[in-house]
């Protein structure tokens, strides 16, 4: 009884993933890995190839406006639906930034900006190639597209407004006064956003505005991330059990859209447990290796200090977190830590609830997105005493 329970907790992480991300993603959260043979990796597979026949697009669930400019976008087509991401019509959306949409045998041409590939599910710009988070389908005679995607391909901020149904659409305008940290940076180490998940500080307005913002400081000074993702949220005592894969409301859209903006800043999510109400046990993380090809903790009863290989298939990877992680508003005693760091793994975790107090997100007079990020945030200390001692933090992928 105790072992199917066990696979049972493993069948409904990774139906949770299927349901929301496509298959190429698979790679990003280490799930797909070179031993395609194991029961795992046969799992995924067949539920990866259920998911799919079961895809409904319908009409958002929701009332939800686009507002550019202070003026609301009106849209000729009904805003769509899929798996927690809003879709619209590519040549409604277009148009409000004096664009068109050329459509050849299977590719759609956007200006002169972007070419998407329809079959490979890609767009190619500034001589870069990039795949789509979501969908791209034909509608009523018009292709759709997720609003993440065209945001990124137009290069678009968005704020989403809870309490109006609004979302706020602004130009990504780069920020130069952002002061970007070189140095030789040889040594590698690990850094783990801790507890992602939609609910509690999350799901709050404007919080995940920050996050995003957060991704975009470590992106642009080529430092690597991963994020220790909770898919269900379940709070007893308030009565609160948001199962994204499930709930169809703003807030979870906005969730999705933000995971899926990590993983273009370059991101790597990770499940951490189902709902975070349970502790591992060395049987369940060998379970665990039939389908992930990393495990960001230490081996039970091993308790590593550094990076090992699982001696059950020679494959997976178990990565500890010596620094331990930030237990305060000030970061002191991690920056302490890094810098009595000695013989481990140059490895911790941060949870974005403290960072994201750093910075503020509003709306201005024209409507336009803007953000202050504090200079002397726990973040940006740690990455910069990390370039001194010569660390760079890494893709987990590449261990």
């Given at each position: 009884m105790r072992k199917n329970m066990k696979s049972f907790l493993v069948l409904l992480i990774v139906t949770v993933v299927i349901s929301l991300f496509h298959?190429?993603?698979?790679?990003?959260?280490?799930?797909?890995?070179?031993?395609?043979?194991?029961?795992?990796?046969?799992?995924?597979?067949?539920?990866?190839?259920?998911?799919?026949?079961?895809?409904?697009?319908?009409?958002?669930?929701?009332?939800?406006?686009?507002?550019f400019k202070n003026n609301k976008m009106n849209f000729k087509k009904d805003i769509l639906y899929k798996d927690n991401r809003l879709y619209i019509s590519i040549s409604d959306f277009i148009k409000y930034f004096g664009l068109n949409e050329k459509i050849n045998d299977n590719e759609i041409e956007i200006g002169s900006i972007v070419n998407v590939n329809l079959r490979d599910k890609i767009f190619y710009k500034n001589e870069s190639k990039t795949s789509l988070r979501g969908d791209i389908f034909k509608e009523n005679g018009e292709y759709y597209m997720s609003i993440f995607d065209l945001c990124e391909i137009l290069d678009l901020n968005t704020y989403w407004d809870y309490e109006n149904n609004k979302i706020y659409i602004s130009k990504n305008e780069a920020n130069k006064s952002q002061q970007k940290i070189y140095g030789d940076k040889k040594k590698k180490g690990y850094i783990r956003f801790e507890d992602?998940?939609?609910?509690?500080?999350?799901?709050?307005?404007?919080?995940?505005?920050?996050?995003?913002?957060?991704?975009?400081?470590?992106?642009?000074?080529?430092?690597?991330?991963?994020?220790?993702?909770?898919?269900?949220?379940?709070?007893?005592?308030?009565?609160?059990?948001?199962?994204?894969?499930?709930?169809?409301?703003?807030?979870?859209?906005?969730?999705?859209?933000?995971?899926?903006?990590?993983?273009?800043?370059?991101?790597?999510?990770?499940?951490?447990?189902?709902?975070?109400?349970?502790?591992?046990?060395?049987?369940?993380?060998?379970?665990?290796?039939?389908?992930?090809?990393?495990?960001?903790?230490?081996?039970?009863?091993?308790?590593?200090?550094?990076?090992?290989?699982?001696?059950?298939?020679?494959?997976?990877?178990?990565?500890?977190?010596?620094?331990?992680?930030?237990e305060d508003d000030t970061g002191e005693g991690m920056l302490n830590r890094i810098r009595e760091n000695k013989n481990q793994e140059f490895s911790l975790f941060y949870h974005l609830s403290i960072e994201i107090k750093s910075i503020d997100v509003s709306i201005d007079n024209n409507g336009e997105i803007i953000y202050k990020y504090d200079e002397n945030s726990i973040l940006k200390k740690i990455v910069s005493l990390a370039n001194e001692l010569g660390y760079r933090f890494s893709d987990i992928n590449e261990i």
């Open positions: 298959w190429p993603a698979y790679r990003i959260y280490g799930v797909s890995h070179n031993y395609d043979t194991t029961r795992g990796q046969e799992f995924l597979k067949k539920i990866y190839s259920d998911n799919e026949k079961n895809e409904e697009v319908k009409k958002a669930p929701y009332k939800v406006s686009f507002i992602f998940t939609a609910g509690d500080v999350y799901i709050s307005q404007s919080a995940l505005e920050k996050v995003r913002k957060v991704a975009d400081y470590m992106n642009e000074n080529d430092e690597s991330f991963s994020v220790s993702w909770v898919p269900r949220y379940i709070s007893n005592s308030d009565k609160i059990d948001n199962d994204i894969s499930k709930e169809e409301t703003m807030e979870n859209s906005n969730f999705i859209f933000t995971l899926d903006y990590l993983i273009n800043r370059g991101g790597n999510i990770g499940l951490h447990g189902y709902t975070h109400q349970y502790k591992t046990t060395a049987d369940q993380q060998k379970i665990f290796e039939e389908y992930f090809k990393i495990i960001y903790e230490p081996a039970i009863g091993i308790y590593n200090k550094k990076i090992i290989t699982s001696k059950n298939n020679s494959i997976t990877k178990y990565i500890p977190t010596p620094l331990s992680y930030v």
